[in-house]
């Protein structure tokens, strides 16, 4: 019986000596199976038991019963330096009352729902739900970020309408979050940064970002070898945000006309905002009639339109740097009358998009990381403390399978 459940048990280091339900719960009493420990001032390996130090450790569940490991560390006394000491656990922290694994699978439920609820179906305080979230964290943090080669910044509003702004720091290369700071400022960013290290900051290859002057001035100071690239989805939003302006300038001209061709033009142009920002080629029958409708109405949204199907293609198709580089300047001679504003924003980052062509880093996948801070957020009990949150949201990403 008892080699058994030392099996069910499997905790390598220990065996189960006796066991015994106490209020349904199942109580197993456990001692290491090696019989002596080394001084951790001297290394001396002792057998010369000073004391015993028992004490109630909470394991994970076995279904629904709750198990509590009866638990001795052993105080040896060194014979070298004739002073007592504890023998270490792997499975238990000195003065903590649950094993690691408990606390992992805890903080495991924590980043997937939320604080309260956890503690609730554990049978847990939230204080004590808390402090195994920050003893996983202290095991996992710092990050090992040995293998960053390129990263990527952005940031989100995680409260809406505050216009405050969370930085995202994220590994293109593993699709992970790395940093998470709580405001836009230089000094903030920069201080999370160099908390990497020199070293992983030299080895970044390239850092991704929207058009940000701040983000730039961050990067060459701190990564002055990474390639700066923009990132393409940002470049696509200015172009769109220009079209659409376009498009609602032309409703206004309508406003001009007499009532008939303005009732006309109107429903020409009503509903239209998505037609013109999708793909061209992914519109549906009906919507496809609808743009050549508007464009065959609108001699300007018909230019704008097609400049942006263009600017997609060379996107899409450019094969190197030279390719896109020449496409993209020979785009922006065209578009310069129409769509100004992009024409003058593409210049002033030229250097960081064209770099795209020879990178093709998409920052594609910080949306996805971004769509899941939001449900973390909500997630975060009250939301009050931002660095709980950084804590569980990193957490999420970078939770190890043991902390054996
Ligand atoms: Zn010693």
């Known amino acids: 019986m008892k080699r058994q459940l030392t099996k069910i048990l499997d905790l390598a280091e220990v065996r189960v000596k006796s066991q015994k339900i106490l209020d349904s719960n199942l109580i197993l009493e456990v001692e290491k199976t090696e019989k002596t420990a080394s001084c951790p001032r001297c290394s001396k390996v002792s057998r010369r038991l000073h004391q015993n130090h028992w004490s109630l450790i909470k394991d994970l569940p076995w279904g629904k019963k709750e198990i509590f490991l009866r638990v001795n560390r052993r105080q040896f006394k060194c014979q070298k330096c004739a002073s007592p000491f504890s023998e270490e656990l792997d499975f238990v922290e000195k003065r903590q009352r649950y094993t690691k694994r408990y606390a992992l699978s805890i903080t495991e439920q924590v980043v997937k729902s939320d604080l309260l609820n956890v503690a609730k179906q554990n049978n847990l305080t939230e204080s004590e739900v808390q402090s195994m979230i920050n003893q996983v964290a202290k095991m996992v943090f710092p990050l090992n970020l040995k293998g960053l080669k390129r990263l990527g910044i952005d940031e989100i509003t995680l409260v809406k309408g505050q216009g405050k702004f969370v930085v995202v720091l994220v590994n293109l290369d593993t699709g992970k979050l790395i940093g998470v700071i709580s405001e836009k400022k230089s000094t903030k960013i920069e201080k999370v940064l160099k908390s990497w290290g020199e070293e992983i900051l030299k080895q ?113 198709q450019s094969k190197n740097l030279i390719e896109g580089t020449l496409n993209l300047a020979d785009w922006l001679v065209k578009a310069s009358a129409f769509l100004p504003k992009t024409v003058r924003t593409i210049k002033n980052w030229f250097a960081e998009i064209v770099g795209y062509f020879e990178k093709k880093t998409n920052n594609g996948m910080v949306e996805g990381i971004n769509n899941r801070l939001k449900v973390l957020k909500r997630c975060a009990f009250g939301f009050k403390n931002f660095d709980n949150f950084a804590t569980r949201a990193l957490l999420h990403w970078h939770l190890p399978n043991s902390l054996a």
Do not use: W
């Not at 609602?248 to 007499?258: D, F, G, H, N, V």
């Not at 519109?283 to 704008?304: H, Y």
């Open 204 to 316: 970044i290859e390239e850092v991704s970002m929207d058009l940000c002057k701040q983000y730039k001035n961050i990067a060459e100071k701190l990564c002055p070898q990474a390639v700066i690239t923009a990132d393409r989805f940002h470049v696509t939003k200015i172009l769109h945000e220009e079209l659409n302006q376009g498009r609602i300038e032309q409703k206004k001209t309508a406003e001009a006309l007499e009532v008939q061709a303005r009732a006309k033009l109107f429903s020409t142009i009503k509903g239209t905002k998505y037609i013109l920002l999708k793909r061209e080629e992914n519109l549906s029958k009906e919507s496809k009639e609808k743009l050549s409708s508007l464009k065959e109405a609108s001699a300007s949204l018909q230019i704008k339109h097609e400049l942006k199907e263009e600017f997609t293609r060379i996107f899409d």
